[in-house]
């Protein structure tokens, strides 16, 4: 039976793809076969085979099924800012049930773990009426939440945690990455979403000033998720 998940953050740039690509390695240790999709992205870079991402080329180097570049990313959207914003600048619509058309056909190939990286964070908007959470509900998947641990990452963390649920979805674990090294309190906050959140933890990765230089797979418990 495929895992698959969808990996959210309690903001941008907390460390989705740094997770994300660690449980791709940690899966692939296990001898499972894995996929990955970021089915938007703002940010890209023109190259010579056309826009690319590098986070989604991270997740491309991650998986061990060969997806072409354009499955794992099928929007890419060059403007660096809100999803809905750089493709209105580009005159491109995204509506949820377009990007879960793109995420099914790759589903579909039912590797044994699969994960699907979300833009930013829960709420994140994709056109005026629809944002990431839709998508999420359309594909009905468990949801991994990254918590960027940094001040005010207790209130981000519980409240995408009760969006997840509120919409009706599973938050399968969490992940803490120690993003601001001078946070006060760490432990301490730590304790606290260890005894509130309500859903396994698959690790805590320490601030690290060169996160690609580390092997992060051993830093998590892919087994919580494969129980």
């Known amino acids: 039976m495929s895992a698959q998940f969808f990996v959210t953050g309690t903001d941008t740039d907390v460390g989705k793809t740094l997770i994300s690509t660690g449980l791709l390695y940690a899966a692939g240790s296990k001898g499972l076969s894995t996929s990955a999709l970021k089915p938007i992205s703002a940010g890209c870079e023109q190259t010579p085979d056309g826009l690319r991402n590098e986070d989604a080329l991270l997740l491309q180097a991650a998986i061990n099924t060969p997806l072409s570049y354009e499955q794992i990313n099928p929007v890419a959207l060059e403007p660096a800012m809100a999803p809905h914003v750089a493709a209105e600048q580009v005159q491109k619509r995204i509506t949820a049930d377009r990007l879960a058309g793109f995420c099914r056909g790759v589903l579909m190939k039912r590797t044994d773990f699969a994960v699907v990286e979300g833009a930013g964070g829960w709420l994140v908007p994709l056109n005026s009426r629809e944002t990431m959470a839709d998508l999420v509900k ?16 207790l209130n981000h963390a519980l409240l995408t945690a009760q969006a997840i649920r509120r919409d009706g979805l ?5 992940v803490s990455n120690h993003i601001d090294p001078n946070m006060p309190a760490y432990q301490e906050s730590l304790d606290t979403l260890e005894q509130t959140l309500g859903a396994p933890c698959l690790g805590h990765i320490p601030f690290l000033s060169d996160p690609q230089g580390i092997d992060i797979q051993t830093l998590l418990d892919i087994d919580k998720l494969l129980d």
Request: hydrophobic residues 65%; positive net charge; contains cysteine.
């Open 170 to 174: 599973a938050l399968a674990g969490w």
């Open 138 to 153: 359309l594909l009905s998947l468990p949801v991994i939440l990254v918590v960027g641990m940094r001040l005010g990452c």
